[in-house]
C-alpha cells in the first residue's frame, strides 16, 4: 500500500499530452500502452508515441510465438472519501482526469483504499519504438519480431535503455512531455519491479530524481524542484551503507538540485514553503562528496579528480548563489508585535542582501580550483567561469581587482562563443552577464549589442512553444534581459524602442489567451516553421552528420516587427483614446524605466530606493487594525516618492488626466491612485481616474474584444444582464443588503445564482452565460505561496473546496460577453509578484477567461466599506458611466469621509473606455 500511494501522488492530476490524446482509452496509469500475450502472460510495454501506428497487438509473441495479443491497461482502483460531503466512492483512474468528488464536485479527497488493476508485472518486454520509426519500411517489420530489452531486471540496465528512448526527443520542442511521460514509467520500475536490492531501486529512484530536476528545469515549476530533491535524498538513503560510489554521486547531485531551488525560489521563500536551512545541508553534503574523492576511499578511482571538479563547482554555485530575498516568514513574530513597531516608526531588520565576504571568498576558492584543474571541457570551462563571475558580480561590493577578474572571463566567454545558441545552452547568461557589467559601468554602445544578440535567441526561442507552461518558463528565463535592453534603448533616446523591449516578455501567458486571430495565426505559422527546422536538425543528428550551423536573425529584424505593430497600435490609441495614458514601469536593480505613452512616446530613467521598497511592501501587515492607515500613508509616501514623483512633469507637459498604469513584480500591488493624491497635494495636474493592465498589448487585446462584443460592455447599455453569485455565511452580514442593493439597481436585468443549492460547479456554468456584468459578494483569499490556489468563498469555512472557487478552476472557462467582474471580496486583486506581469491570481484568470475588465480590492475590506463602495459604483454603471469611471467616482466618493485604506482599497483591471 505505501508504494501504491507513493506511485499515485506521482502521477496524478498531470495532463496527457495533446498529441497522444486520442489514446486515452488505452494509456496505463504510468503513462504507456500494454499489450499482453494470451499463453505466456509477458506484457510488452510502447509509448504512446509509437503505440498509434501498426496494430501492436497483431504481433507475435517474442518469447511463445503466440498471436494476437490483447491489451491490458493498468488503472489506479482508488476508494475516496471526500472531505466537504463525506461521500465515499470507487473510481478507476488513468492517471490524467480532473478529479472531483462525484457528489460535491470538491477537489478536497482522502484517499483510503487504492490498487493497481491489474497489477504490473515485474517484468515487461520493449514494444516497438524509434528503432523501427527510423528504420526503412522494408526492416520493420523485422525489427518488430527481435527480443528487446526487458525492464524490470536490471536497473542500471534499465536506466541505460531511458536514456537511449530520450536521446532523440530532447532535440524537440515538445522534449518536456517525454520527460513528463518517461518519469511515470520510472516510478512504476522502482514502485513495482522485481528489483531485489536496495541499491537497484535506489538507482531508479535516482534516475527519476534527474529527470525531475531536468523538468524543474523546463517549466520552472516548484512542485518538480522539491520532488527532484526529495527523491535524491531517498536515493541517498538507499545507496548509504551498500554503494558508497553511487552514495557520493547522489550527493553531488543532491547540491545541484538544491542550488537549481534557490536559484529559482529564493531562501527565504523556500524557507517558508518548504524547509529552511537547504543551502545549508546542500553544501555539507557536497563537502562530505567532495572528501570521499579526495581523501576518502574515492580518491582513487578511475576518473575521481574529474569528479571532485564537478563537486568544486557545484560548491562554489551554492556559495556564490546572491541572498537578495525579503524573508516573509512573519509567523516568527507575533502580529501585536509587528504592529507596535510599526505604530512607532521601527523598520523591520529582516532584510537579507547579498553575500558576506567570506562566502565570496569560499566561493571563488572554489571556482577557481575547478577551472585550473584542467578536468574541465572547453564547454564547461565557459560554463565555469560564468559562475566565479556571476559569484563576484552578486557580491555586495567587490574589489576592483575581482570585478576585473570577473569581466576578463565573461569577456573570454564571449570571444569563445559561436555563432548559435545550440552551442552552449546558457550561452544567453554568459552574454547578458558581460552586458549587465557593462551598463554598470556605463558602457551602453558596449552593452547594446550583447543584448540584441541574447533578445534574439529569446525571439527564436519562444518561436518553438506552444505550450503556455514552457512559454511561462522562457519568458521567465529572458525578462530581465529584455528589461535591460529596454533600459540601454531608453538612455540612448529610443523610447519606442524601449517599450517594444519591455512588452515583448510582459503578460506573454495572458496573450496566450487574448490576442487576435490573426496574430495568433502569425505566430503558430512561425511555429510550424520553426518546428520544421527543428526536425530537419534531428534527423541530420541521426544521420551521424555535423549540424548545421546557422546564424540567427539579429534582433533588429524582431524589432522591427515589434515596431511596427506597436506603431500601429499606438496610431489607434492616439485616435481613438484622447487624453488616455499608459505608463510601463520596469525594474532593474536601483533604478526605474517609465514609457509613458500619450501624444508622444517618452521613456524617463531615475534612481529610487527599489530594495526598501520592496522590503516596505513585503512588511507592511494589510490585516485590518487601528494601525493600518498610518502604515498605508508611509508605505505609499515611500512608493510615491520612489514610482510617481519623478513622472509628473511628463504626465503634465502631455496633458495626460487619465492612465493606464502596467507595474510589474511586487509594486504591481501599488495604490498608484494614493500617489497621485500625494502628487495632487505638490501641485501636479490632477488625474481623473486610473486602470491597470499587465502589458500595452494586453490592452490593446481587451480594446480589439470589446469591439468585437455586440454593444459596449463596459458601459450600461439598458437592458443589462447581470448575474450576482450570492455568500451564505452568517459572517458577513453586509452581504444580505449588498444583494438587496443590487436588486433595487438592477431590477429585472438582476439574476441571482443562490449558492444554499449551487455549489463550484453549477458557479463555473453559470459564469459562462450570456451576462455584461458579474458581481460575487463574500469572501476571497489570496494564497501568496501559490496565487492560482487564491479563490472566492461561497461559505465561511475556507477550506471547503466545493463551495469556493478558485484562480485555477476559472482556467476552465469562457465568458461569452466580454463581462465586466466586480468582486467585493478581500484581496481578490493581489496577483503573484512575477517580472513577466502574468497576473496569476483571480484577476488573472478572469483576464484569460475574458473579461474586458475586473473590479476588486487589494487588501482586506471591512464589509460597510465594501457596501458603501458598491453602492456608488453600481448606481454610476446604470446611469451609464463607464465601469472604471464608475470606480473612480464610488473612490471620490469614500475619499471625501474616509481614508485612504478605506476608498483606495477597490480598483479596476481593464481597458478604459
Known sequence: ??????????VRGWVLPDPHADLAPVISYDGQVYRRCARCGRETRTHPGFAAGPDTTAGRCVHCGVTPHEPVVHLAVCLFACGDCGTEFEVALAGFEALACVTCGSRRLELHEAEIDPPFTPECQQGPGWDEALAPPEQQEELRQRLKHVWGLSASDDVLEAERELEIPSLRPDYFEELQLLARFVRRLWSFGGHSTERETAILVNYESSLRHALFRLVRDPVEGVEAVELCERAMAGFAGHAPLHHALAQHNFALYVFSLLREIGDGRLAVTYRPGLRAEAIAVAEEALEYFTGGPGGGRPGAPEQATHIRWALGDLLGLPVTTVLQARPVVEPWMLEAMEAVGEVDPRVLHGLSDEDVGRALGYLSDAIDSGHLSERLLLSARNSRAAAVLGSREPSAELRRQAIEDLEANVAALGVAREQLPDSWTMVGNLAQSYIQDGRLDAALPLLERVCAWGVLGRQRISDVRMLHAHAEEFVQYFDMLALVYARLGRPVDALCAVEWSRAATIRFHTMGEEERSALESEASTQLVQESVGV??????????????????????????????????????????????????????????????????????????????????????????????????????????????????????????VSAPGVVSGIAFEALVELAEGDGALPIEDITYLPSFSVAEDLRTTGEAVPGETTTARPPMNVLMVTYQGADLPWTAEEARMLQRTWGGSLTVLDTSFAAKREVLERLSGPWDLIHFAGHGSFDQDDPWNSALHLVEDPEVDSRRVTASDLQGIQLERAPVV????????????????????????????????????????????????????HAAVRRGTSAQAAVREAQGALQAKLGVEHWAAFSYVGFPS
Open 822 to 873: 466586480v468582486l467585493s471580496a478581500c484581496s481578490s486583486a493581489l496577483t503573484g509578484g512575477s517580472a513577466i506581469n502574468d497576473a496569476a491570481g483571480l484577476t488573472g484568470a478572469f483576464l484569460r477567461a475574458g473579461a474586458q475588465g475586473i473590479v476588486a480590492s487589494r487588501w482586506p475590506v471591512y464589509d460597510g466599506t465594501a457596501l458603501a463602495f458598491m453602492r456608488q459604483f
Open 1 to 10: 500500500m505505501p508504494e501504491v500511494r507513493q506511485f499515485l501522488d506521482a
Open 539 to 660: 534527423l541530420v543528428a541521426l544521420l551521424g552528420q555535423p549540424p548545421v550551423v546557422t546564424e540567427s536573425p539579429p534582433f533588429t529584424d524582431h524589432l522591427d516587427v515589434l515596431r511596427a505593430r506597436l506603431e500601429s497600435t499606438l496610431r489607434r490609441w492616439r485616435d481613438e483614446a484622447e487624453g488616455i495614458g499608459f505608463v510601463s514601469f520596469s525594474l532593474w536593480r536601483d533604478q526605474v524605466l517609465a514609457v509613458v505613452v500619450g501624444t508622444t512616446v517618452r521613456a524617463h530613467i531615475w534612481k529610487a530606493d527599489l530594495a526598501g521598497l520592496t522590503a516596505a511592501m513585503a512588511l507592511t501587515s494589510k490585516n485590518q487594525s487601528n494601525w493600518r492607515e498610518k502604515r498605508f500613508r508611509r508605505l505609499f509616501t515611500k512608493a510615491y516618492r520612489a514610482l510617481w514623483r519623478p513622472l509628473t512633469d511628463i504626465l503634465r507637459d502631455e496633458g495626460l488626466t487619465r492612465l493606464v
